[in-house]
């Protein structure tokens, strides 16, 4: 391993600061590295994997696109675009879909999209959007832009004017921001990056009617939280809204890099026309054959249903450690996107790093927070060894 680490140091411009693992093949849950030391992965390349690796009939279908065509650019149709698309669609009750090669793009899409469908509302636009204290959208100018996080901005301004920030779940100081030029506001139906904070039902109904009184677009990222691990395909679904613009990614290819954004019918008629927006690899066969064949698969074998299944004995085993370590202070998430609050003297990188040295994957979320976002197919075997594993680094920790 040290010989990858090193060749990577080397030649990979350093933006990550990577742990000590160089993770060579997978299966099911489970990971293992170059030294055939074996990992239960409870952060599924963060909430990517949904199915794990190497779910049942899911390499097949990709396969069977790479002996066909991989590429063919968005100056033709092509089978699988179709195919990923109808599916999306049907799947999230909206209208259409843009595909993208990422989160943040889809994120940059979706920005677009609302400032064009202001544009087309008279003669003095708006063009403001409110976004959310503590939240995460990507890395690019746009979605820095739009990201409530300072430490992620420094280094990078002046960003993209015209942003307001509000406090997630005080719909108060959402109203406080709202003015004549504003086109939209941008929430995680819960916050993933900024600590796993799922959105009050009081608050994101709040903002929807706050969209419908002042013909504002609504825009919800889901590229954490959707794709059925909050306990239904979207989370939203869950709240009784539906936003005017929905970005996903990560677990819609399941490791495949794809992303998208969902339009309903309104965001879709007065916003993006031929010439606005364009991407040469977004929608491309293999990416939509991958996107396609998940959402059969999540139909097929009910995947949501037992994420519903399975969550409760998850929350159950960490309300127990919870109990039983005093560096545990607080629990919060929703289905298999759970945050456990670290504190009283320990740090939850030191968590991370020891559970990893014990063959657990956990990841981080803000400063004090243990993400656990697995594999959307675990069983409750895979959540005691889970705990087995964090009981083992706290103690090794203690």
């Given at each position: 391993?040290?010989?990858?680490?090193?060749?990577?140091?080397?030649?990979?411009?350093h933006?990550?600061?990577?742990?000590?693992?160089?993770?060579?093949?997978?299966?099911g849950?489970?990971?293992?590295?170059?030294?055939?030391?074996?990992?239960?992965d409870?952060?599924?390349?963060?909430?990517?994997?949904?199915?794990?690796?190497?779910y049942?009939?899911?390499?097949?279908?990709?396969?069977?696109?790479?002996?066909k065509?991989?590429?063919?650019?968005?100056?033709?149709?092509?089978?699988?675009?179709?195919?990923?698309?109808?599916?999306?669609?049907?799947?999230?009750?909206?209208?259409?879909?843009?595909?993208?090669?990422?989160?943040?793009?889809?994120i940059?899409?979706?920005?677009?999209?609302?400032?064009?469908?202001?544009?087309?509302?008279?003669?003095?636009p708006?063009?403001?959007?409110?976004?959310?204290?503590?939240?995460?959208?990507g890395?690019?100018?746009g979605?820095?832009?739009?990201?409530?996080?300072?430490h992620?901005?420094?280094?990078f301004?002046?960003?993209?004017?015209?942003?307001?920030?509000?406090?997630f779940?005080?719909?108060?100081?959402?109203?406080?921001?709202?003015?004549e030029?504003?086109?939209?506001?941008?929430?995680?139906?819960v916050?993933?990056?900024?600590?796993?904070?799922?959105?009050?039902?009081?608050?994101?109904?709040?903002?929807?009617?706050?969209?419908?009184?002042h013909?504002l677009?609504?825009?919800?990222?889901e590229?954490?939280?959707?794709?059925?691990?909050?306990?239904?395909?979207?989370?939203?679904?869950?709240?009784?809204?539906?936003?005017?613009?929905?970005t996903?990614?990560?677990?819609?290819?399941?490791?495949?890099?794809?992303?998208?954004?969902?339009?309903?019918?309104?965001a879709?008629?007065?916003?993006?026309?031929?010439g606005d927006h364009?991407t040469?690899?977004?929608?491309?066969?293999?990416?939509?054959?991958?996107?396609?064949?998940?959402?059969?698969?999540?139909?097929?074998?009910?995947i949501?249903?037992?994420?519903?299944?399975?969550?409760?004995?998850?929350?159950e085993?960490l309300?127990?450690?919870?109990?039983?370590?005093?560096?545990?202070?607080?629990?919060?998430?929703?289905?298999?996107?759970?945050?456990?609050?670290i504190?009283?003297?320990?740090?939850?990188?030191?968590?991370?790093?020891?559970?990893?040295?014990?063959?657990?994957i956990?990841?981080s979320?803000?400063?004090?927070?243990?993400?656990?976002?697995?594999?959307?197919?675990?069983?409750?075997?895979?959540?005691?060894?889970?705990?087995?594993?964090?009981e083992?680094?706290?103690?090794?920790?203690a």
């Open positions: 391993m040290d010989k990858y680490m090193e060749q990577s140091e080397n030649y990979v411009l933006t990550y600061n990577r742990f000590p693992a160089v993770f060579e093949s997978g299966q849950v489970y990971v293992k590295d170059t030294d055939g030391k074996e990992y239960l409870f952060g599924a390349g963060i909430a990517v994997l949904g199915l794990g690796y190497h049942p009939g899911f390499d097949e279908a990709l396969k069977e696109q790479i002996d065509i991989i590429h063919t650019s968005n100056l033709y149709y092509n089978v699988p675009l179709a195919a990923a698309a109808e599916k999306l669609v049907k799947a999230s009750g909206m209208s259409r879909v843009f595909f993208t090669n990422s989160g943040t793009e889809a940059e899409g979706a920005i677009k999209a609302a400032r064009k469908y202001a544009h087309k509302q008279g003669e003095k708006g063009y403001e959007i409110i976004a959310m204290n503590h939240s995460f959208h890395r690019s100018v979605a820095l832009s739009v990201t409530g996080n300072a992620y901005q420094e280094a301004r002046p960003l993209m004017d015209g942003v307001r920030f509000a406090d779940n005080d719909l108060e100081s959402v109203k406080a921001q709202i003015s030029k504003t086109c939209a506001i941008l929430l995680e139906t916050q993933g990056e900024g600590g796993i904070y799922p959105a009050d039902e009081a608050f994101l109904r709040g903002v929807r009617e706050l969209c419908d009184k013909d677009l609504m825009i919800l990222d590229i954490q939280c959707g794709m059925g691990r909050c306990g239904s395909m979207f989370a939203w679904q869950q709240y009784g809204v539906q936003p005017d613009i929905m996903c990614a990560k677990a819609l290819g399941c490791g495949v890099p794809v992303g998208a954004f969902v339009l309903n019918e309104r879709a008629s007065y916003s993006l026309v031929p364009g040469t690899y977004g929608g491309n066969p293999f990416a939509c054959a991958a996107v396609s064949k998940v959402l059969d698969i999540f139909e097929q074998d009910n949501v249903g037992h994420v519903c299944e399975i969550a409760p004995y998850l929350e085993k309300d127990a450690l919870l109990a039983k370590y005093d560096c545990m202070t607080a629990r919060r998430g929703k289905g298999l996107m759970q945050g456990v609050v504190g009283n003297g320990v740090k939850v990188g030191d968590v991370v790093k020891a559970c990893l040295a014990n063959g657990l956990v990841l979320a803000g400063s004090d927070v243990l993400r656990i976002v697995p594999p959307l197919i675990i069983e409750k075997q895979h959540v005691d060894e889970m705990a087995q594993k964090i083992k680094a706290l103690g090794s920790l």
